[in-house]
């Protein structure tokens, strides 16, 4: 491969400003919420991108686990997200790690929470008037 495209005497724009990332470790963060971290192996001009040694991160609070994903293969309208880890500086927030249970535990209590508080301001809003009650029939659907 002709790397003479990846110095910075060319501008490249797209996803093919990534082609200088391929082989190093990135973060991507997914439309679903999802974080991975892994290596980047490939990636075509649809943002597809092909992940080598991923892993989902995980994070509560200042609690962090990771879910060991193997070969993790993304279409390119699900990235949000796409970043270069440096190892080397310090965290601004320190994060402790808990085992995969924990966290999914944490996690399933704090979409919980979340949930709770979405329906009492629903609530409030229909209360106030500032929402339409809509079709209940609907909702359940």
């Known amino acids: 491969m002709d ?16 082609i200088g990332d391929i082989d190093k470790q990135l973060m991507v963060m ?10 980047l ?3 075509d001009q649809f ?3 092909v992940l080598h040694q991923a892993f989902e991160r995980i994070c509560v609070g200042q609690q962090y686990a990771d879910i060991p ?12 997200l796409i970043g270069e880890l440096d190892f080397y500086k310090p965290l601004r927030v320190p994060l402790y790690e808990v085992s995969i249970e924990e ?5 399933k209590q704090d979409i919980e929470k979340k949930e709770h508080i979405e ?7 229909i209360e106030h008037g500032l929402v339409d009650e809509g079709n209940p029939i609907e909702e359940h659907y």
């Open 103 to 107: 966290i999914l535990k944490l996690q």
């Open 41 to 43: 192996r490939s990636l």
């Open 47 to 49: 943002g597809n991108l």
């Open 3 to 18: 790397l003479s495209i990846v110095n910075n005497d060319f501008y490249l724009s797209g996803m093919a400003a990534l």
């Open 69 to 80: 994903r193997g070969l993790f293969v993304i279409r390119g309208e699900n990235v949000l």
């Open 30 to 39: 997914l439309r679903d919420g999802r974080t991975l971290i892994a290596f």
């Open 119 to 125: 329906k009492l301001r629903q609530k409030a809003m």
